[in-house]
């Protein structure tokens, strides 16, 4: 059994999503990992991982308005010394996942077609995000 581990940084221009499938799927190929697992952790509590279509934009954009109606900034929320947006994105993070797993095979990430892996920032302005990726197999 083989492990390689890295962390990656990317920076978020604003609320919503960044298709990070490309920079994961290059940490697979660097481990030189032929079959296993791809674990994807995001180190923080107001941003998180989806597993998303990657074809039609509208998906992503629906979720995100879906979000806002579920989680909306305008409630009372007793949490809010980094401002008004930082509570209601915790409860986005609690409600999505923090990380995701996806199968490796002949050295690639197992991604359906219409699949790619997003970091969804919850917070409105931009910040940098770390997410450990760890190959195993």
Not at 23 to 49: D, K, N, R
Not at 66 to 93: C, F, I, L, N, T
Request: glycine letters at 6%; hydrophobic letters at 40%.
């Amino acid at each position: 059994m083989t492990a390689h581990q890295t962390t990656l940084r990317f920076p978020t221009g604003q609320a919503g999503f960044s298709n990070i499938t490309r920079e994961v799927q290059a940490v697979v190929a660097e481990s030189g990992i032929s079959i296993g697992l791809c674990t994807v952790f995001v180190q923080h509590t107001s941003a998180s991982l989806v597993i998303q279509e990657n074809a039609d934009p509208a998906v992503l954009r629906d979720l995100e308005a879906w979000m806002s109606d579920v989680v909306p900034q305008s409630r009372r929320w007793e949490h809010d010394d980094e401002g008004p947006d930082d509570m209601p994105a915790h409860v986005r993070s609690a409600l999505t996942k923090t990380s995701e797993s996806i199968p490796v095979r002949d050295g690639h990430l197992v991604l359906g077609i219409w699949q790619a892996l997003y970091l969804w920032e919850h917070r409105r302005r931009s910040h940098t995000r770390s997410v450990v990726v760890h190959v195993q197999g």
